[in-house]
């Protein structure tokens, strides 16, 4: 008789994403459902009770949509996996209840999952990578370079010191007048920048931490650099003018994040040397970027191990992510208890010490 494919519902509510998803334990993905909240782009960023409340509204209709579009019922499910934190409270907690309440209803596990390890364990999902491998996460809120060495084990490299890449891209869209969120509008606008090597010199812009030893990140200088910019400038901005500041931007936060990236290789391969299959993972939302992602394919050709990427569409936050990391932990019998907290705040590494 055919071994029946494990399955697990995930859901994802920290941010302006409501999203459902079915993953099997054979990596197929039956259901990927993400609803993008529009009423941010007023307010130019996310307003967490806006967020918290559009999820309400939403996250039943999608639980339901997503078990249609799968043709499977609460009963063919193994488990149901959620994002626990970090993340925006309100949000967090909608997902966090909807879970609970599948689980104690239907009587199936429940995995609290770090909306982070979601993101470092995607990959896992669509490639086969195995452990250890050297991870850049960098998306709205974090920029971390870890080495992940299993479901739930991380060592952090290097984190950012004041802001994350993706609120720096956020920043910049701001101040151009760009549309939310900031880091496709700015990749959009990059491309307008038909001489490049005139936008790095009428626009030098800096790159902080180049240079320098470890992997630690820091981005404010550069947003605070961009703005110094743009107030020089009208207050209508050419477009050639905000094509050329997109395109320097982007260059300064390719060189900040190779540099980083290419220390933390280092690293990764001196406290790994036997690993046969070394490999370079980038996830997060700012991965989808094609610029910085050509700059860390080179860098994996540089040192010979493989780049990975998931594809963009897991790269932004989804709920498969949390679907498969629940499903990598039912795996391993690492399920939770109806009575978990949340985590506003919840450090990858914090993962290694519990486990």
């Known amino acids: 008789m055919k071994k029946v494919a494990k399955k697990v519902l995930g859901i994802e509510t920290s941010c302006d994403e409501t999203a459902v998803a079915i993953v099997t334990e054979d990596k197929a993905l039956l259901a990927n ?44 499910l193994d488990a149901v996996a959620v994002t626990a934190g970090p993340g925006l409270i309100g949000g967090v907690l909608v997902g966090v209840m909807t879970a609970k309440a599948i689980a104690a209803v239907h009587g199936m596990p429940l995995i609290a999952v770090n909306h982070l390890e979601g993101h470092a364990l995607t990959v896992r999902l669509t490639e086969d990578v195995p452990f250890p491998y050297l991870l850049l996460l960098v998306s709205g809120g974090h920029c971390q370079l870890l080495i992940v060495e299993g479901v739930g084990k991380y060592r952090r490299l290097g984190t950012t010191l004041d802001d994350a890449a993706g609120e720096a891209f956020d920043k910049t869209a701001k101040l151009l007048g760009l549309s939310y969120p900031g880091g496709p509008a700015v990749e959009k606008m990059a491309l307008n920048c038909d001489n490049p090597a005139r936008a790095l010199e009428k626009f030098p812009l800096p790159t902080p931490m180049v240079g ?94 493989r780049f990975v990427a998931p594809p963009l569409d897991l790269c932004t936050d989804n709920a498969a992510m949390i679907a498969w990391a629940g499903m990598e932990r039912l795996r391993l019998g690492m399920t939770d208890s109806l009575d978990f907290p949340v985590y506003p705040r919840w450090p990858l590494e914090s993962l290694s010490a519990a486990s």
Request: charged residues 20%; proline residues 3%; aromatic residues 6%.
């Open 33 to 76: 459902l993400v609803l993008s909240q529009q009423e941010h782009a007023l307010f130019g960023g996310v307003v967490p009770e806006i967020a918290a409340r559009a999820h309400l509204n939403h996250i039943d209709t999608l639980v339901q949509e997503a078990l249609h579009k799968s043709g499977l019922s609460f009963g063919d």
């Open 212 to 305: 320098k030893d470890g992997c630690d990140f820091s981005f404010s200088g550069l947003k605070t650099a961009v703005k110094r910019i743009v107030d020089k400038l009208p207050e209508t901005i050419d477009r050639r003018d905000a094509a050329d500041i997109c395109h320097s931007f982007q260059h300064s936060v390719a060189m900040i994040l190779n540099d980083r990236t290419e220390q933390a290789i280092k690293q990764y391969l001196s406290l790994h040397p036997q690993q046969k299959n070394p490999s370079l993972v980038v996830a997060g939302g700012v991965a989808a970027n094609k610029m910085l992602r050509q700059g860390l394919e080179h860098l994996g050709k540089k040192y010979n191990i």
